[in-house]
């Protein structure tokens, strides 16, 4: 049966990830958590992993009931309360200093900081991951999910599922009730050809990927609706009767006309 098999927020941009039983879905259309924090230069640019591959050096973890963020690197763990502008600001310094960038901590607790500020969560199916993941000699599952980083997993259905929800009379899909509708495919960064724990490139990797997607590309895809094979994940939005509802791992998986 399909089903929602995993739920994971990035609380701030381009740092780890954390997986959650279950997510409300805020006014902004976005899932609560995500993207919540942003880290800005003294330019108003975002600091990311697109910008520095020195993202990968950092482990982090956040506490969703505190709202603290703690961020390890070699023998240092440094903790800092995200949700009071004083630990925002003790934040900013310190990764300033590792960054080597004059940087400040944003908060939107709205919508969050997400790429595609008129959309919403992003999704792809487990059978996806680990199709591409056996397309490659030294990528695991686990690592390709953490190189997509999307917010909503579906078990229990096909490879290149959320493909279909995009382009013209596509459908959408529901989640424990909650309508979700494909906007656009999510083209790809640099970001997925690096390994997540050493910011290594994988060689070959967007060569090896533009093949084998084209080659694999479901025959229930619009074509149309994707400008390039360099594309993975569906970028979805919610609609504004829905938000405010909450999906949950565990949640059956419908498609809807």
């Given at each position: 049966?399909?089903?929602?098999?995993?739920?994971?927020?990035?609380?701030?941009?381009?740092?780890?990830?954390?997986?959650?039983?279950?997510?409300?879905?805020?006014?902004?259309?976005?899932?609560?958590?995500?993207?919540?924090?942003?880290?800005?230069?003294?330019?108003?640019?975002?600091?990311?992993?697109?910008?520095?591959?020195?993202?990968?050096?950092?482990?982090?973890?956040?506490?969703?009931?505190?709202?603290?963020?703690?961020?390890?690197?070699?023998?240092?763990?440094?903790?800092?309360?995200?949700?009071?502008?004083a630990g925002r600001d003790r934040a900013a310094?310190?990764?300033?200093?590792?960054?080597?960038?004059?940087?400040?901590?944003?908060?939107?607790?709205?919508?969050?900081?997400?790429?595609?500020?008129?959309?919403?969560?992003?999704?792809?199916?487990?059978?996806?991951?680990?199709?591409?993941?056996?397309?490659?000699?030294?990528?695991?599952?686990?690592?390709?999910?953490?190189?997509?980083?999307?917010?909503?997993?579906?078990?229990?259905?096909?490879?290149?599922?959320?493909?279909?929800?995009?382009?013209?009379?596509?459908?959408?899909?529901?989640?424990?009730?909650?309508?979700?509708?494909?906007?656009?495919?999510?083209?790809?960064?640099?970001?997925?050809?690096?390994?997540?724990?050493?910011?290594?490139?994988?060689?070959?990797?967007?060569?090896?990927?533009?093949?084998?997607?084209?080659?694999?590309?479901?025959?229930w895809a619009d074509r149309d609706a994707f400008?390039?094979?360099?594309?993975?994940?569906?970028?979805?939005?919610?609609?504004?009767?829905?938000?405010?509802?909450?999906?949950?791992?565990?949640?059956?998986?419908?498609?809807?006309?």
């Amino acid at each position: 049966m399909a089903h929602v098999e995993r739920l994971t927020v990035y609380p701030v941009k381009a740092l780890d990830g954390t997986d959650c039983e279950s997510a409300s879905i805020r006014p902004g259309g976005t899932l609560a958590h995500d993207r919540e924090f942003a880290l800005f230069d003294d330019a108003g640019e975002v600091v990311n992993g697109k910008r520095t591959a020195r993202v990968h050096d950092l482990d982090t973890a956040y506490d969703p009931a505190d709202g603290t963020l703690t961020v390890e690197h070699g023998d240092e763990r440094k903790s800092f309360a995200l949700r009071e502008a004083a630990g925002r600001d003790r934040a900013a310094d310190w990764l300033g200093a590792f960054f080597d960038v004059d940087l400040t901590v944003e908060r939107d607790a709205s919508l969050g900081y997400v790429d595609r500020r008129e959309m919403g969560p992003s999704v792809i199916s487990t059978a996806t991951l680990e199709t591409v993941a056996g397309w490659f000699d030294d990528v695991t599952v686990d690592g390709l999910r953490r190189r997509m980083r999307a917010n909503v997993e579906v078990g229990g259905v096909p490879a290149f599922w959320e493909d279909r929800f995009v382009g013209a009379d596509a459908p959408a899909f529901e989640a424990g009730g909650v309508r979700i509708e494909g906007v656009t495919p999510c083209g790809r960064c640099v970001v997925p050809q690096r390994d997540p724990d050493t910011g290594e490139e994988t060689p070959e990797f967007r060569s090896r990927f533009l093949e084998r997607r084209e080659e694999t590309f479901p025959e229930w895809a619009d074509r149309d609706a994707f400008d390039h094979f360099y594309t993975l994940m569906l970028i979805a939005r919610v609609p504004e009767a829905d938000r405010g509802e909450t999906l949950a791992v565990g949640d059956p998986v419908s498609v809807v006309e």
